[in-house]
Each structure stands twice: as structure tokens, then as C-alpha cells.
């Protein structure tokens, strides 16, 4: 099953839609434009329901095979938010909107998914039910888990459920896939450090919250490097180091810090957020300062079902004539997470070609994927549910 005809004649089609979607960014939940478009071209397709307001305003395509002796049904998820960018890519079809743009390709996934779900709707070549998911906020606002505390497992009866995302580096037309986890939890932290101020010439009248900070920002680093199995991974990041005051002799009442830590494994995720309390406090302590500290869990890990990441990995196989089937997994985060920890499934990558990376203001999907993606998901859903 390579690249199917019909989606390779659709795709122009796909690319005006994919670039449409691109010069009409939108943010987080305040998707609307985006959302009614999907609506619309599922309705025109003949999908057999289209549901909207899914998860605040999530779109869901219900798409059922010429038979259903299986009863499966298997959802397929792209994600549909901008970010809040200010794009430099120089091309025609640019963003219309000041400061937003699609930087992370998502127009790309939702133009793939469109492409395959019209494939879907015309052939209807399974045996089953093909749920098509277009979810708002994955940048942050957890639209993922939004969708599922809103019921779509249920609701559609979806058994299986599978995501992709594209990768810059790897070659358009190329897949890379592993079983476990393949993207990072992402919690963050805020510590508030409190000293007394004073004057700089008098360092010993005051407690000095900027040599505090320092300390912790030094210490922070020693939960990978000596509390954390070397073969786990753990990032620790302090990202913002601010002080209340940017005078060269005033020796600052407090300091805000914020970062990240990304981390695989659910032992190792709370581990660091013991260990990252404990020395924030004991170095506050140690210098007669105050520390509270705000920790927010954030994404779960990404972690990819056994029997559904060799299955994706097969279909991907028969796309593109190869696989990585042992990718390198990424710290970054995806709250399709929420959706994988509700159903098996698995989580792809597909390749981006020479492209700038994630989040960058010159940042740009390669259309050249668009029909290995495309096909990809088409053969899911036939050779999942296969008449």
C-alpha cells in the first residue's frame, strides 16, 4: 500500500486547504474560524455525523465502512492551534494576523487528516467505524484532555486511537515511531525567593536573596546528575531568573524563578518534584531566606501502546518502503498524552524534510508530505478494520 492514487491526485486540494488554514491562524481555544472550516468540509465530504463543541470546540467527524461485522472503531487525532508568533517565512500565503502564526504545523496535520478523511467518506473500504479528531490548545492549553473529560472516548466508542506529528530533520515521505514513551511529561515551577533587602555596600545587614537564587539554580542541577538513573531521562531547566529590582547597589527584598522539568517515567516525575522542594527549601534555609514554590504537573508523558505502535509502524512500512521503528524519543511534550492514557494507540512522526524547527518564525510544514501523511492514515483505518 504506498501512496494511494486517489490522495496523490487530491493533492493541490489538500495544500489550498493546508494553506488556508495557514494564513488564518488562530490561539489556543479561540479557534473558531478554524473549527467551522473543518465542520464544513466534513459536512461536504458526507461524513456520516460531524460534531462540534467537543472539549469547549473540538471537531469529530464519524465516518462508518460499507460494513461493521467488527464493531471497531478507531479515532485519528491532528491538532488545529497556532502560536503566538510573529512569522518571517516570506511566503504568499502567510499569516494574516499580527503576532500569530502556524509555526509548529498544524495546518499541515489538519490538511492531512482532511485529505484522508475524504478518501474515507468516498470509498468507505473497512469494516467499522473511522473517528476523525480535530482538537483545539494542544500548545499549552490541554485541549487533549479537555476532549476527554468532555466524553469522546465514549461518546463515539472509540477503542483505539492514534496521533501524528511532523518532524524537521527527518526526509518528507519518511516515518519514525517507538513503543513506550516517545514524549517527555512537561511540569513547571515558580519559586519565589524572599531575603531582606538592603544596600549593596552593607551585603551583611541583609539577607541576600540573589545569592540564593544562585545557589538553588546550581543545586536544581544536581537531580539529574545524582539523584536520577543515568539511563532515565530528566531535564531540569530554571528558564527566568528575575529580581524586584534592577539597581546596581540594592541588594533585592526577592527573586522569581521559573522552569521546567520534562521527564519520561512517572516514578522519576515525582521524584524530581520531591527532591526539587526539598533543596529549594533547605538552600532558603541554609541562607536564612524564604522560598514558596508553586509546582504545576502539566502534560503526562507520551507513551505509545506495544501491539498498536508494531501495527502503525506496519502501515507506515507499507507507505514509505521504511520505518524507524526505534526513533530517539523528545523532551518535548504533546497532550495527545490524555488521549493514549484514556485508549491504546500510538503516536507517529513524519518527516518534515530540511525544514526550520518547531516554534520558529521561519518555520514552515512541507507540503511534500502531505500524501505519504495522508495515506497513512487511510491505511490505518483499511488495514486496521479490513472489509
Known sequence: ?????????????????????????????????TAARVADLLGDFGCDEVATGIGRIGVVGVIRGKTDSSGRVIGLRADMDALPIAEQTGVDYASQTPGKMHACGHDGHMAMLLGAAKYLAETRNFDGTAVVIFQPAEEGGGGGREMVQDGLMERFGIQEVYGMHNLPGLPAGQFGIRPGPIMAATDEFEIIVTGRGGHAAKPHEGVDTTLVAAHMVIALQSIASRNID?????????????????????????????????????????LVETRLKDIVTGTAQTFGARADIRYRAGYPATVNAPDQTEFAASVARMVAGSVDDDIAPTMGAEDFSYMLNERPGAYIFTGNGDSAAWHTPDYNFNDDAIPAGASYWVGIIEQRMPV
Do not use: Y
Request: hydrophobic share 40%; with cysteine; charged share 25%.
Open 230 to 270: 543515568p539511563l532515565k531521562q530528566v531535564v531540569v531547566s530554571v528558564c527566568t531568573f528575575r529580581t524586584d529590582t534592577e539597581a546596581h547597589n540594592v541588594i533585592p527584598q526577592n527573586v522569581r524563578l521559573r522552569g521546567t522539568v520534562r521527564t519520561m517515567d512517572a516514578g522519576v516525575q515525582a
Open 1 to 33: 500500500m504506498p501512496v494511494k492514487n486517489r490522495i496523490a491526485q487530491m493533492h493541490d486540494e489538500i495544500t489550498a486547504w493546508r494553506h488556508d488554514f495557514h494564513t488564518h491562524p488562530e490561539l489556543m481555544f479561540d479557534t473558531h474560524r
